[in-house]
Each structure stands twice: as structure tokens, then as C-alpha cells.
């Protein structure tokens, strides 16, 4: 797609002749954000780093604006927005604003298990991931630091009374099923290793039913109970009648959000796949009778056309014929990096040896060309030109206001979009091979200390997979990409779990009790 930088013209969306007030907006976006592009073209684009340092310093030290008492509920991840915000543009949090944080967080903590969005208020799948992610950033082992306040194991049974028979999850007690619910669900269960067969049975069955005919995900689907025979004694128990095989139709439609938690449930996920579904899996579930699929490709299309055109500058909107949106830089833009991986684009594979020169695709991964699947700098141009408020902060568009959720997702969209951070299976074949059973099982809470033998092997395997697998990913060397120069960098950030590498590995080693090798810089491409 041409950028700005390419001397392109900013042509604008065509319609069919018919003016609504759809096409209007559109034609009025297009125009504001084209206003906004430098007099010296995009590649004089900065990077206001100081000006939103301030503004997320100003929310945490001053308090937030009066309109944001609709985010009573919503605490941790105000908590989380602001300080994975100062992660990603570099700055450091002194030991008071930690202390304070995790006095905080720990004060929302449930006394059922999970974190509440506010003080006395009911435990949440959504508040507490921002409120385990919050934890990564601020806490640390030893008394004082945090982690060793997450009770794990009733954060296990709070998870455990959510599931529902068809492998859903409700995002609270009384709540409602929901794929954002189930991928903070098991981000929380992978970062705190809580993860188990019981709690994953299902989940990639019902993940599987949320991909809507477009290639994205919709917000949950029909459960299987609905379409069951309408027999008051089968209707007793509703998981006699689920057939997990059977068809449901999504509810809704595909959407930015939806689609990233699902696809990045559905990385998080693969280790289990590979385990218990796949023919070769080391245990086979005969109740199963067949693996769950995803259309990969179908969902690599729906991302891509999600960018917006050239007039546009390359931002991202979060479901069709809808207007560009910041925030979407990031749950949009960034889950094109997931569906790379799924389709086994750009994976650092081992570097050719003797030993595997036989296979014609082992040098391919070497080749000097910049394979991403969207155009990395027309997003970071949108975000640098339409995405910066004059005050501080990151916005939807302009003449929006910054806001702290934009300013993350904004600054999260950059990094996508200016690193490459892909898995590498040298560096997972080299955790697993560091991997430590006995204290895997000395840091376990979820009761299988007393299981069977068979059960702990079971284990023992996921856990392994599962962490080296979120702990291969890996900044591919040689391929980073700054518009408007190097003084515009921001660091990387982990594309499952939207944390810095350093905050990421620091909580996963902690609570899976290893010591994984030192991260070296990847080979860059010859």
C-alpha cells in the first residue's frame, strides 16, 4: 500500500453515487486526517514522548478527570493502562508508586478468588487480568512484592465455577459468556501457571464456533443446549445433550477485540492442542473425535482489510465499513502478528546446519525481505499523525481526546508495528531443555500435588510446553522499523500478553519456579 513518504495520492474512498450519513463521516475523516499529515511529509513525524509521559504521569499522580467516574468499575485497568503505558515509552516507576500500586491491587483482590474492578465489588474475568498484568509491572518475589499475595489457588477455583459445559467461560458469577473473558482467563491461568487439563477441556471448541463467515471473531455463540431436543429430562443435566461437534452460529459480528482475544486464546491454546488433540498428541482423547479448527487464512484476510487506505494513513478500524480507530493500531494490527505465527510466517526457525540442510525450507526462513502481512509503516504514520493529542496523550482520531486507553493501545500499536517479535524455536527448544519438573510441581496450587502419576505427567507436559512456548518469543534482529527516525523507538511488547518480554519472564519464572535461560539477541536476517 503507498504511504505518504511515497509521494501517493490521497484518493478518496469511493462510493457508489449515494450519499448517507455513513458516507459522509467517512469523507469528513479522510479529510481531517489528511490535515494532519507534517507540511515536510510523514517521515518528519515525532514521537511526543515527554508530552505523554506527562499526561499518563499527571492520571497517576493528580487523579483522573471527573469523567472517568464511569470507570468505577473498571480500576485495574485504568491501574494497567497507565503503567504498561510508561513501559512502552521507556520510562521507570520509582519503588513508592510501586509500593502504592500493589497495595492497591491488593485491596481489589476478591476474598473468593480474582480481582474485583473496585473496592467490595464482585470478582471479574476482565479487572483481573489488568489487575495480574498490573502486578507483572510493579511486583516482584519476596515479602512485599505482590506475587506471593495472588491467592492462585482460589483465583483457580473463581475460574473453575465459571466454566460452562459447552467449554465457555461467564465473565463473572450471574455474568455473561464473552471471548474477551476467556482470553483474560487464560492469560492470567498461563502468567500465574494455575493452567490445567480440567480447565482448558472445551475452550478451543467453543473458540472454534466465535469465527464468524468474514474470517474475525464475534463476541460468543450460541450455546449447544439451545438447539438441543426438547426433552425436560435430557434438559436436566445440559452437558448430556452438548455435542461439541455440532454447528452453532456466532452472536454478532466480527470485531477488533473479539478478534485479537480469540486469536491469542488460540496461540496460548496450542501447546493443549498439540497434547490432547492432534493424532500425534501425547495423550489422545477418544471423547474428542475430531480436532477444532480455525479458518487461519480467512482470519488473515479479515485483519488486512482492516487497514485503512492510503487517505486513511494506514490506521486500522475494528469491523467493517467503520471508521479508523486508534486503539485498533493494537487489536487489530497487533493480531495480524498471531495469525503470522498460526500460518508459520516469519518463525525463527534453527539457522541451517549439517544436520538439517536436508529440508528445502530450512533456509528460507534466511531470506533478506521484511515479511509482515501489514503495512508497518503506514501504521505507525497514522498513529504518529492522527494518533497524537497536542496535549498529551494518544487518541481514537482527531479531534478526539487523549484518553489513558488510547494512549495505550496507541503506543501498543506502534510497538507492533516498529519490532518483530516472533517465536523462535531455538530458544524454545533451549527453555525446555532448562526446564525443571521438581520445582514446576513445588510452585503448584491447583491440587494435583495428591494427583496420580498419571495425572502429574500430564501436567508436567502442559506446563512445560505451555511456558516455553510464551517464553520463545523473541525480537527478530535486523528488522525494526522507526518512521520519522530512532528517536520515535518504543519497546517492544509481548504480542499474547501486551507486557514487555522483562515484566513477562520475570512473573512466569517466578510462579513456574524456573530459571530459563538469558535472553540473547536473535540472528538477524543474512
Excluded at 480500576?75 to 493502562?81: D, N, R
Excluded at 493500531?329 to 498460526?342: A, I, N, Q
Aim: glycine fraction near 10%.
Amino acid at each position: 500500500m503507498p504511504t505518504a513518504t511515497q509521494g501517493a495520492e490521497y484518493s478518496p474512498t469511493p462510493i457508489d453515487g449515494y450519499v448517507t450519513p455513513t458516507s459522509s463521516l467517512q469523507a469528513s475523516t479522510e479529510n481531517i486526517i489528511k490535515s494532519h499529515i507534517p507540511p515536510g511529509g510523514t517521515s518528519q513525524a515525532e514521537l511526543q514522548k515527554r508530552s505523554h509521559f506527562e499526561f499518563l504521569l499527571r492520571n497517576l499522580r493528580q487523579g483522573f478527570p471527573e469523567r472517568y467516574t464511569s470507570q468505577d468499575a473498571s480500576q485495574p485497568w485504568l491501574i494497567y493502562w497507565t503503567l504498561h503505558g510508561f513501559s512502552i515509552l521507556g520510562a521507570g516507576l520509582d519503588d513508592q508508586t510501586k509500593k502504592r500500586t500493589i497495595e492497591t491491587l491488593l485491596a481489589l483482590q476478591h476474598p473468593d478468588g480474582g480481582f474485583a474492578g473496585g473496592p467490595g465489588q464482585a470478582a471479574h474475568l476482565l479487572p483481573t487480568y489488568a489487575a495480574v498484568c498490573a502486578f507483572a509491572i510493579v511486583g516482584r518475589p519476596g515479602p512485599g512484592g505482590g506475587w506471593e499475595s495472588i491467592d492462585r489457588k482460589k483465583m483457580y477455583d473463581f475460574f473453575m465455577s465459571l466454566k460452562q459445559p459447552d467449554g465457555s467461560f461467564l465473565v463473572s458469577h450471574h455474568g455473561e459468556v464473552d471471548v474477551r473473558g476467556i482470553y483474560c482467563l487464560l492469560a492470567v491461568a498461563t502468567l500465574l501457571n494455575i493452567l490445567t487439563p480440567e480447565l482448558l477441556a472445551g475452550v478451543p471448541d467453543f473458540l472454534a464456533t466465535c469465527q464468524t463467515y468474514e474470517g474475525g471473531f464475534g463476541n460468543a455463540s450460541f450455546p449447544g443446549w439451545a438447539f438441543a431436543a426438547d426433552d425436560p429430562e435430557s434438559e436436566k443435566d445440559a452437558s448430556a445433550s452438548f455435542d461439541p461437534t455440532a454447528p452453532r452460529p456466532p452472536l454478532g459480528e466480527a470485531h477488533g477485540g473479539y478478534t485479537f482475544c480469540a486469536t491469542a486464546s488460540w496461540i496460548i491454546l496450542q501447546p493443549y492442542l498439540n497434547l490432547y488433540y492432534a493424532r500425534t498428541g501425547a495423550f489422545p482423547s477418544p471423547s474428542l473425535p475430531r480436532q477444532p479448527q480455525i479458518n487461519t487464512r480467512g482470519l488473515l484476510r479479515w485483519c488486512t482489510q482492516m487497514q485503512g487506505l492510503p487517505i486513511e494513513l494506514g490506521g486500522f478500524r475494528g469491523r467493517t465499513n467503520k471508521l479508523v480507530d486508534g486503539c485498533y493500531s493494537w487489536w487489530v494490527g497487533g493480531c495480524v502478528v498471531l495469525v503470522e505465527t498460526l500460518l508459520g510466517i516469519g518463525a525463527q526457525h534453527e539457522p541451517p546446519t549439517e544436520e538439517n540442510v536436508k529440508d528445502d525450507d530450512s533456509h528460507k526462513v534466511w531470506d533478506d525481505v521484511d515479511d509482515s502481512l501489514f503495512n508497518r509503516q503506514a501504521l505507525q504514520e497514522y498513529i504518529l499523525c492522527a494518533g497524537q493529542h497536542p496535549a498529551g496523550g494518544l487518541r481514537d482520531k482527531p479531534p478526539k481526546p487523549a484518553d489513558a486507553y488510547h494512549t495505550l493501545y496507541c503506543a501498543a500499536g506502534l510497538s507492533a508495528a516498529q519490532h518483530r517479535v516472533i517465536p523462535s524455536e531455538a530458544r524454545r527448544k533451549a527453555v525446555i531443555s532448562a526446564w525443571n519438573a521438581e520445582q514446576a510441581r513445588a510452585h503448584d496450587s491447583t491440587g494435583f500435588a495428591t494427583a496420580s502419576d498419571a495425572e502429574r505427567e500430564k501436567l508436567d507436559l502442559l506446563r512445560r510446553d505451555t511456558f516455553a512456548h510464551v517464553l520463545s518469543w523473541t525480537e527478530e534482529e535486523g528488522t525494526a522499523l522507526y518512521v520519522g527516525g530512532a528517536a520515535n523507538r518504543v519497546n517492544a511488547t509481548h504480542p499474547v500478553f501486551n507486557l514487555t518480554t522483562t515484566h513477562s519472564d520475570g512473573m512466569l519464572a517466578y510462579f513456574y519456579g524456573q530459571t530459563p535461560p538469558s535472553r540473547m539477541p536473535s540472528r538477524p536476517k543474512a
